[in-house]
């Protein structure tokens, strides 16, 4: 039996760079994917993203982090390892919190890696800034690279 990988791509279409996951997502849905894949739209769901990650074997987050890096630029870590970085998540849900939370209630993955891209603006608009749109190729590349990996 393959195993289950899930890609979710949380953020907010309305606030500029913080659609980046979704955007990122929308790409993954126009590829033949395996069949033990499965992409979601986490938006912004908060705690409830943990529901897509129940009973998976390996998951994939893709969000907008800051990292104090360059506007645009990829990051690819374990969330076991967020503890020991100093990312934080741009949304209210502390992603690394919610994670050790959810293990008491969810059948979580072992392992969780995120990519996340350092965003330039996050603010009422539709548009991603050029670097964080010219870094979704780079994540779905990515993605695609720890999807094939698993």
Known sequence: MKKKIV????????????????????ELRKLKLPENVEVHDGGTLGLQILNFLDNADFAIIVDVVKAKGKPGQL??????????????????LDLVKAVEIG??????????????VEPEKIEESLELSEGVRKAIPKAVSKVLELISSA
């Open 75 to 92: 990051f690819v870590f374990e969330i076991n390892d967020a503890k020991s970085k100093p990312m934080l998540s741009m949304h209210d």
């Open 103 to 116: 293990k008491f209630a969810y059948n979580l993955p072992k392992k969780i890696v995120v990519v996340g």
């Open 7 to 26: 890609v979710v791509g949380i953020g907010n279409l309305l606030l500029g760079d913080e659609g980046f996951g979704i955007r990122v997502v929308e």
